[in-house]
Protein backbone atom coordinates (compact mmCIF):
# COMPACT_ATOMS: atom_id res chain seq x y z
CA UNK A 1 0.00 0.00 0.00
CA UNK A 2 1.36 3.47 -0.62
CA UNK A 3 0.44 6.87 0.10
CA UNK A 4 2.22 10.05 -0.26
CA UNK A 5 3.38 9.76 3.02
CA UNK A 6 4.16 6.56 3.11
CA UNK A 7 6.18 7.18 -0.24
CA UNK A 8 8.21 10.65 1.56
CA UNK A 9 9.41 8.01 4.36
CA UNK A 10 10.44 5.51 1.98
CA UNK A 11 12.56 8.38 -0.02
CA UNK A 12 14.64 9.19 3.35
CA UNK A 13 18.17 8.93 2.93
CA UNK A 14 20.65 10.98 5.19
CA UNK A 15 21.87 13.97 3.42
CA UNK A 16 25.34 15.12 3.90
CA UNK A 17 25.85 17.63 1.47
CA UNK A 18 24.02 21.05 0.79
CA UNK A 19 23.80 23.90 -1.07
CA UNK A 20 24.50 27.35 0.00
CA UNK A 21 20.35 27.95 -0.41
CA UNK A 22 18.82 28.79 3.60
CA UNK A 23 16.16 27.32 4.73
CA UNK A 24 13.98 29.73 5.06
CA UNK A 25 12.11 31.02 8.74
CA UNK A 26 9.31 29.53 7.53
CA UNK A 27 10.20 26.69 6.86
CA UNK A 28 11.97 26.01 9.95
CA UNK A 29 8.37 27.44 11.80
CA UNK A 30 6.57 24.72 9.84
CA UNK A 31 9.48 22.01 10.65
CA UNK A 32 9.07 23.02 15.05
CA UNK A 33 5.11 23.33 15.00
CA UNK A 34 5.81 19.48 13.22
CA UNK A 35 7.92 18.86 15.72
CA UNK A 36 6.00 20.53 18.57
CA UNK A 37 3.07 18.20 17.89
CA UNK A 38 5.06 14.85 18.14
CA UNK A 39 3.31 11.97 20.52
CA UNK A 40 4.64 12.58 24.22
CA UNK A 41 5.02 10.58 27.52
CA UNK A 42 1.96 12.10 29.60
CA UNK A 43 2.23 15.36 27.63
CA UNK A 44 5.70 16.53 29.72
CA UNK A 45 7.27 17.45 26.70
CA UNK A 46 10.74 16.80 28.33
CA UNK A 47 12.90 17.52 25.26
CA UNK A 48 14.14 21.06 23.94
CA UNK A 49 16.00 21.95 20.70
CA UNK A 50 18.63 24.58 20.44
CA UNK A 51 19.18 26.35 17.06
CA UNK A 52 22.62 27.21 16.57
CA UNK A 53 22.84 30.45 14.39
CA UNK A 54 25.94 31.43 15.53
CA UNK A 55 28.69 31.01 13.15
CA UNK A 56 31.55 30.60 15.42
CA UNK A 57 29.36 28.54 17.96
CA UNK A 58 28.62 26.43 15.18
CA UNK A 59 32.33 25.85 14.45
CA UNK A 60 33.01 25.04 17.51
CA UNK A 61 30.56 22.36 17.69
CA UNK A 62 31.47 21.22 14.48
CA UNK A 63 34.97 20.19 15.66
CA UNK A 64 33.76 18.66 19.11
CA UNK A 65 31.42 17.09 17.27
CA UNK A 66 34.53 14.92 15.25
CA UNK A 67 35.04 17.37 12.18
CA UNK A 68 31.64 16.88 10.49
CA UNK A 69 31.90 19.58 7.87
CA UNK A 70 28.21 19.16 7.08
CA UNK A 71 27.56 20.79 10.64
CA UNK A 72 28.90 23.76 9.36
CA UNK A 73 27.82 23.61 5.74
CA UNK A 74 24.16 23.27 6.69
CA UNK A 75 21.67 26.31 6.81
CA UNK A 76 20.34 25.28 10.05
CA UNK A 77 21.86 22.87 12.86
CA UNK A 78 19.71 21.60 15.83
CA UNK A 79 20.76 19.94 18.81
CA UNK A 80 18.01 17.85 20.22
CA UNK A 81 18.35 17.72 24.22
CA UNK A 82 16.28 15.56 26.76
CA UNK A 83 14.89 18.04 29.16
CA UNK A 84 14.19 17.57 32.86
CA UNK A 85 15.05 20.86 33.96
CA UNK A 86 12.02 22.87 32.87
CA UNK A 87 9.07 19.66 34.11
CA UNK A 88 10.97 19.74 37.55
CA UNK A 89 10.21 23.64 37.45
CA UNK A 90 6.50 22.93 36.98
CA UNK A 91 6.52 20.42 38.94
CA UNK A 92 8.62 21.33 41.99
CA UNK A 93 5.46 24.89 42.56
CA UNK A 94 2.91 21.66 43.87
CA UNK A 95 5.61 18.88 44.87
CA UNK A 96 7.15 19.84 48.41
CA UNK A 97 9.39 16.62 48.88
CA UNK A 98 12.58 15.98 46.68
CA UNK A 99 12.39 15.65 43.10
CA UNK A 100 14.15 12.46 42.32
CA UNK A 101 16.35 12.21 38.79
CA UNK A 102 15.36 8.52 37.93
CA UNK A 103 16.22 6.32 35.05
CA UNK A 104 12.13 6.46 34.15
CA UNK A 105 12.62 10.09 33.37
CA UNK A 106 16.07 9.74 31.34
CA UNK A 107 14.08 7.49 29.31
CA UNK A 108 10.79 9.19 28.49
CA UNK A 109 13.07 12.86 28.27
CA UNK A 110 15.66 10.81 25.46
CA UNK A 111 12.22 9.39 23.73
CA UNK A 112 10.29 12.69 24.16
CA UNK A 113 13.72 14.38 21.84
CA UNK A 114 13.57 11.45 19.31
CA UNK A 115 9.96 11.49 18.76
CA UNK A 116 9.85 15.45 17.96
CA UNK A 117 13.22 15.16 15.93
CA UNK A 118 12.07 12.50 13.84
CA UNK A 119 8.64 14.79 13.18
CA UNK A 120 11.17 17.60 12.68
CA UNK A 121 12.79 15.42 10.14
CA UNK A 122 9.86 13.90 8.00
CA UNK A 123 8.58 17.84 7.67
CA UNK A 124 11.55 18.72 6.44
CA UNK A 125 12.20 16.26 3.99
CA UNK A 126 8.47 17.09 2.94
CA UNK A 127 9.20 20.39 2.33
CA UNK A 128 12.18 19.02 -0.17
CA UNK A 129 14.89 19.60 2.48
CA UNK A 130 17.25 17.02 3.98
CA UNK A 131 18.62 15.92 6.96
CA UNK A 132 21.18 13.78 8.81
CA UNK A 133 21.46 13.26 12.80
CA UNK A 134 24.57 13.91 14.50
CA UNK A 135 25.39 11.37 17.23
CA UNK A 136 28.93 13.12 17.41
CA UNK A 137 27.38 15.74 19.41
CA UNK A 138 28.00 12.75 22.41
CA UNK A 139 31.29 13.23 21.39
CA UNK A 140 32.41 15.71 23.89
CA UNK A 141 28.91 16.11 25.77
CA UNK A 142 30.88 18.26 28.16
CA UNK A 143 32.21 20.95 26.30
CA UNK A 144 29.00 21.47 24.19
CA UNK A 145 27.06 21.43 26.97
CA UNK A 146 29.05 24.16 28.67
CA UNK A 147 29.19 25.90 25.17
CA UNK A 148 25.19 25.81 24.75
CA UNK A 149 24.63 27.10 28.81
CA UNK A 150 22.26 23.58 29.55
CA UNK A 151 21.56 23.47 32.92
CA UNK A 152 21.31 20.49 35.02
CA UNK A 153 19.12 17.85 34.15
CA UNK A 154 19.34 18.87 30.48
CA UNK A 155 21.77 17.05 28.00
CA UNK A 156 22.34 16.92 24.44
CA UNK A 157 20.85 13.80 22.56
CA UNK A 158 21.98 14.36 18.85
CA UNK A 159 22.21 17.22 16.57
CA UNK A 160 20.35 17.57 12.85
CA UNK A 161 21.93 19.09 10.28
CA UNK A 162 18.57 20.82 7.39
CA UNK A 163 19.29 22.29 4.59
CA UNK A 164 18.63 21.61 0.31
CA UNK A 165 20.13 19.02 -0.54
CA UNK A 166 22.96 18.54 -2.97
CA UNK A 167 23.41 14.93 -3.38
CA UNK A 168 21.23 12.31 -4.23
CA UNK A 169 22.90 9.49 -2.25
CA UNK A 170 21.48 5.47 -2.79
CA UNK A 171 18.43 4.64 -1.10
CA UNK A 172 20.44 2.82 2.24
CA UNK A 173 18.57 -0.96 2.40
CA UNK A 174 17.15 -1.71 5.94
CA UNK A 175 17.55 -5.30 7.23
CA UNK A 176 14.67 -7.96 5.96
CA UNK A 177 11.45 -7.64 7.44
CA UNK A 178 11.49 -10.51 9.77
CA UNK A 179 14.21 -9.46 11.28
CA UNK A 180 12.52 -6.48 12.66
CA UNK A 181 8.79 -7.62 13.14
CA UNK A 182 7.88 -10.84 15.05
CA UNK A 183 3.68 -12.02 15.69
CA UNK A 184 3.35 -12.49 19.43
CA UNK A 185 6.88 -13.45 20.54
CA UNK A 186 10.26 -12.86 19.60
CA UNK A 187 11.91 -15.51 17.25
CA UNK A 188 15.68 -16.19 17.95
CA UNK A 189 15.93 -18.93 15.13
CA UNK A 190 15.99 -17.05 12.08
CA UNK A 191 18.16 -14.16 13.08
CA UNK A 192 21.55 -16.02 11.36
CA UNK A 193 19.90 -16.29 8.12
CA UNK A 194 18.72 -12.65 8.36
CA UNK A 195 21.99 -11.40 9.36
CA UNK A 196 23.13 -13.71 6.14
CA UNK A 197 20.99 -12.28 3.82
CA UNK A 198 21.56 -8.74 5.12
CA UNK A 199 25.40 -8.87 5.20
CA UNK A 200 25.16 -9.72 1.37
CA UNK A 201 22.83 -6.73 0.85
CA UNK A 202 25.32 -4.57 2.41
CA UNK A 203 28.04 -6.09 1.12
CA UNK A 204 26.73 -5.33 -2.68
CA UNK A 205 25.33 -2.02 -1.58
CA UNK A 206 28.40 -1.26 -0.12
CA UNK A 207 30.29 -1.95 -3.37
CA UNK A 208 27.66 0.19 -5.25
CA UNK A 209 28.28 3.24 -3.31
CA UNK A 210 31.98 5.22 -4.18
CA UNK A 211 32.77 6.16 -0.62
CA UNK A 212 31.74 2.95 0.86
CA UNK A 213 34.92 0.46 1.57
CA UNK A 214 33.91 -2.07 -1.10
CA UNK A 215 32.30 -4.95 0.38
CA UNK A 216 31.82 -4.49 3.46
CA UNK A 217 29.24 -6.42 5.30
CA UNK A 218 26.89 -5.09 7.87
CA UNK A 219 28.05 -7.81 10.41
CA UNK A 220 31.79 -6.42 9.78
CA UNK A 221 30.16 -2.83 10.63
CA UNK A 222 28.54 -4.09 13.32
CA UNK A 223 31.48 -5.08 14.75
CA UNK A 224 33.10 -1.69 14.71
CA UNK A 225 30.96 -1.00 17.03
CA UNK A 226 31.48 -3.64 19.29
CA UNK A 227 33.85 -2.28 21.51
CA UNK A 228 34.30 0.68 24.25
CA UNK A 229 32.38 3.62 22.28
CA UNK A 230 31.89 6.93 24.21
CA UNK A 231 32.35 5.57 27.77
CA UNK A 232 32.39 8.54 29.47
CA UNK A 233 28.36 9.07 28.45
CA UNK A 234 27.91 7.42 32.38
CA UNK A 235 30.12 10.51 33.94
CA UNK A 236 28.76 12.90 31.96
CA UNK A 237 25.53 12.26 32.83
CA UNK A 238 26.06 11.78 36.07
CA UNK A 239 27.58 15.19 36.12
CA UNK A 240 24.41 16.54 34.42
CA UNK A 241 22.58 15.50 37.73
CA UNK A 242 20.82 12.33 36.03
CA UNK A 243 21.42 9.89 39.30
CA UNK A 244 18.63 7.65 37.46
CA UNK A 245 17.78 6.21 41.05
C1 LIG B 1 20.85 9.18 16.55
C2 LIG B 1 21.59 9.17 15.23
C3 LIG B 1 22.87 9.68 15.17
C4 LIG B 1 23.55 9.74 13.94
N1 LIG B 1 24.78 10.33 13.90
C5 LIG B 1 25.39 10.52 12.70
C6 LIG B 1 26.60 11.27 12.64
O1 LIG B 1 27.15 11.73 13.64
N2 LIG B 1 27.14 11.46 11.41
C7 LIG B 1 26.56 10.98 10.27
O2 LIG B 1 27.12 11.21 9.19
N3 LIG B 1 25.41 10.27 10.30
C8 LIG B 1 24.80 10.04 11.48
N4 LIG B 1 23.60 9.36 11.54
C9 LIG B 1 22.96 8.87 10.31
C10 LIG B 1 23.00 7.35 10.19
O3 LIG B 1 24.30 6.94 9.86
C11 LIG B 1 21.99 6.92 9.09
O4 LIG B 1 20.69 7.33 9.46
C12 LIG B 1 21.99 5.41 8.88
O5 LIG B 1 23.25 4.97 8.44
C13 LIG B 1 20.94 4.99 7.86
O6 LIG B 1 21.14 5.68 6.63
P1 LIG B 1 20.01 6.63 5.98
O7 LIG B 1 19.59 7.62 7.03
O8 LIG B 1 20.68 7.30 4.80
O9 LIG B 1 18.90 5.74 5.56
C14 LIG B 1 22.93 9.25 12.76
C15 LIG B 1 21.64 8.70 12.85
C16 LIG B 1 20.97 8.67 14.06
C17 LIG B 1 19.57 8.10 14.12
Redesign the pocket.
Known amino acids: MMNETIGLLKQ ?3 I ?1 KFTKDPVTAEQLDAILTAAQQASTSSNMQAYSVIGITDKELRSELAKL ?2 N ?1 A ?1 IEESSVFLVWCADLYRWEQAAKRHYDEEILSTTENFIIGTVDA ?1 LAAQNAAVAAESLGLGI ?6 RNQPEQISELLELPQHVYP ?3 MCIGVPDQS ?1 L ?2 P ?1 LPRSAVYYENSYNTSTIDSNIDAYDETMSNYMRARSNGKAGTTWSEAMAAKAGPVRMHMRSFLQKQGFELE
Open positions: HRSRAGQYAVYIGGIVFGPDRR
